[in-house]
């Protein structure tokens, strides 16, 4: 049974930092491609940050590139989202995604993850 649980949320004022930890089980995780996406109130989930399977490939949304990175550690089975310069519009609830299929690239396309963690809430103050 694949598990993944998130970590690293909570409560920042615009400008500071955030690492989210996102922890798999139950799968060979090196294989795997990961995904960040966010989901704010009253919004659709949309897609943050991806890595591909060896952390040789990565993808983000425009409005976080230069200060979000996504990184990945297969000896800790861990995908990390590192949140810098955060704002505002950066406030959403935080969830972490293993791809559907091995050996894939970074992707943006949430249909092509299979499982999901629970979330974790991020509030960026202002």
């Known amino acids: 049974q694949v598990q993944l649980v998130e970590s690293g949320g909570g409560l920042v004022q615009a400008g500071g930092s955030l690492r989210l930890s996102c922890a798999a089980s139950?799968?060979?995780?090196?294989?795997?491609?990961m995904g960040w996406f966010r989901q704010a109130p009253g919004k659709e989930r949309e897609f943050v940050a991806s890595?591909?399977?060896?952390?040789?490939?990565?993808e983000y949304v425009a409005s976080v590139k230069g200060r979000f990175t996504i990184s990945r550690d297969n000896a800790k089975n861990t995908v990390y989202l590192q949140m810098n310069s955060l704002k505002p519009e950066d406030t959403a609830v935080y969830y972490c995604?293993?791809?559907?299929?091995?050996?894939?690239?970074?992707?943006?396309?949430?249909?092509?993850?299979?499982?999901w963690g629970q979330g974790t809430q991020v509030t960026v103050s202002s």
């Open positions: 995604a293993t791809a559907r299929f091995a050996l894939g690239n970074a992707n943006r396309d949430p249909r092509q993850y299979a499982y």
């Open positions: 139950g799968r060979t995780f090196s294989n795997y491609a």
């Open positions: 890595i591909s399977w060896n952390g040789g490939n990565t």
